[in-house]
């Protein structure tokens, strides 16, 4: 059985059966032992950003813990992309929620924070994450369907 070392990448490790790590980042929660069954190790490590106390400055869950918002978009993909995935290209980050089924979320609010949304990316369900399924890309720029 495996045995977290203490960083997002023991999180992934589970997940995906790799020994890639985040540089730095320490794991909090039980994220990695309650993963579900085959969890998209992207998804994993997004938990892990938005539920670490570390990040709070920069991203955290939204009021309810629905969703999450990120305060400041360069500041996050100049210190907590590059520590978990091998890119710190906010646009790239933007893409893949964009290809799980997140949606920006609408507020109405002036100032730089973005908030996403997932019927099943919330806080209290963690345990549903491996039920979040990456959607088809589409060849062109307007997708079927």
Avoid at 12 to 21: H, P, R
Avoid at 27 to 56: C, M, Q, W
Avoid at 90 to 100: A, C, E, G, K, N
Wanted: charge should be positive; charged fraction near 20%.
């Amino acid at each position: 059985e495996a045995e977290a070392d203490g960083g997002a990448g023991s999180l992934v490790a589970l997940a995906a059966g790799s020994s890639a790590g985040a540089k730095g980042v320490e794991s909090h929660g039980p994220a990695a032992l309650t993963a579900g069954p085959r969890t998209a190790p992207f998804l994993l490590k997004l938990y892990e950003i938005v539920n670490s106390p570390e990040t709070d400055k920069l991203v955290r869950w939204r009021a309810g813990g629905q969703g999450f918002a990120i305060a400041d978009t360069a500041a996050f993909a100049a210190d907590v992309l590059p520590a978990y995935f091998k890119h710190s290209n906010f646009r790239s980050f933007v893409r893949q929620l964009h290809f799980y089924g997140f949606s920006k979320v609408v507020n109405g609010a002036l100032g730089t924070t973005i908030e996403f949304n997932h019927p099943m990316f919330a806080k209290a369900n963690q345990h549903r994450l491996h039920e979040i399924k990456r959607c088809a890309a589409s060849g062109g720029a307007k997708g079927g369907g």
